[in-house]
C-alpha cells in the first residue's frame, strides 16, 4: 500500500468524505492548496451529496486527473482519461455508482452524514474504495510518465 493510499484512508477515517480523502492525497504535487481541494470536493461525497449517484473516490479521482492532465483544449482527451480511469475502477469494484457499491447496507440519501463509529467502518466498503481510487490514479499517472519519458 502506497503512502498516498495511507494517507487517504486517514483523511477518510478522520472524516473527510471519501471524495475529499482521495483529491486531498493529490492536491500539493497538483498544484492545489489542501484547504481549497477539501472545498472543492466536498460536494461529491456520498455519490454527490449523498445522493448515492457516481463514488465520491472516483468524483475525487476525475477532479485530480482533471488537474494532472487537462489543458484549455483537450477536452476529447480528458474524457479519454476519465472514461479509462472509471474502467479500471469499475472493473475493479463492479460498478462507479455509489448505490451499487453499497448494495445490500442500508443507504439512506438523507443530506445528514452517517456516524463513523466502529460498526460503520466494519459495514462499508469506502475506506477501500478510497484507496482503490489513489491506487487507480498512482498507476495511471506512473504510465503516462514512463510514456512520456520514452518519447
Known amino acids: 500500500m502506497s ?3 495511507e494517507k487517504a484512508k486517514e483523511l ?3 472524516g473527510c468524505n471519501c471524495s475529499q480523502s482521495v ?3 493529490f492536491c500539493e504535487e497538483l498544484g492545489l492548496d489542501f484547504e481549497t481541494a477539501m472545498k472543492i470536493s466536498s460536494s461529491f461525497g456520498g455519490g454527490m451529496g449523498r445522493m448515492r449517484e457516481v463514488c465520491g473516490t472516483v468524483s475525487g479521482m476525475f477532479m485530480a486527473a482533471g488537474l494532472a492532465f487537462s489543458t484549455s483544449d483537450n477536452k476529447a482527451e480528458q474524457y479519454r482519461i476519465v472514461q479509462e480511469l472509471a474502467k479500471r475502477f469499475k472493473e475493479k ?3 462507479i455508482i ?3 457499491l453499497l448494495n445490500g447496507i442500508e443507504s439512506s440519501t438523507s443530506p445528514t ?3 463513523r463509529t466502529e460498526t460503520y467502518y466494519k459495514k462499508r466498503p ?3 474504495l478510497v484507496g482503490d481510487s489513489v491506487e487507480i490514479l498512482e498507476e495511471y499517472i506512473k504510465e503516462q510518465q514512463t510514456i512520456k519519458n520514452s518519447l
Open 3 to 5: 503512502q498516498k493510499t
Open 12 to 14: 477518510f477515517k478522520s
Open 23 to 25: 483529491l486531498g492525497v
Open 93 to 95: 469494484n463492479g460498478s
Open 98 to 100: 455509489c448505490r451499487e
Open 113 to 115: 452524514p452517517s456516524e
Open 126 to 128: 469506502c475506506v477501500e
